[in-house]
Nanobody
Framework: QVQLVESGGGLVQPGGSLRLSCAAS????????MGWFRQAPGKERAFVAG????????LYADSVKGRFTISRDNGKNTVYLQMNNLKPEDTAVYYC????????????????WGQGTQVTVSS
């Protein structure tokens, strides 16, 4: 079992930056591939970024590539999402997730989910 808790969300102006954190607890003796997803009201949950267990390999949705950076600190059991040049369309609840096998762009690949943190981009 793995518990994930997101933090760092809030209100930011267009062009601003936020850094989200996801702290893992429970069974963390091994490092899981991790991903970030987001969901706006009335919309489907969408992939944002993924990272391998080592942190060497990453994957980004086209909509955030060049603006967002996913990283992890396995010593702290924490994964981060640095979000720069935020746009109103980035507004959503952001969720972190852990996979028992492999990271990827499909939510079906992930076994554990955090409660989400709200990100609102507005002037």
């Amino acid at each position: 079992q793995v518990q994930l808790v997101e933090s760092g969300g809030g209100l930011v102006q267009p062009g601003g930056s936020l850094r989200l954190s996801c702290a893992a607890s429970g069974h963390t003796s091994s490092n899981y591939p991790m991903g970030w997803f987001r969901q706006a009201p009335g919309k489907e949950r969408a992939f944002v970024a993924g990272i391998s267990w080592s942190g060497v390999s990453t994957l980004y949705a086209d909509s955030v590539k060049g603006r967002f950076t996913i990283s992890r600190d396995n010593g702290k059991n924490t994964v981060y999402l640095q979000m720069n040049n935020l746009k109103p369309e980035d507004t959503a609840v952001y969720y972190c997730a852990a996979s028992s096998l492999m990271y990827g762009s499909s939510w079906r690949q992930y076994d554990y989910w955090g409660q989400g943190t709200q990100v609102t981009v507005s002037s």
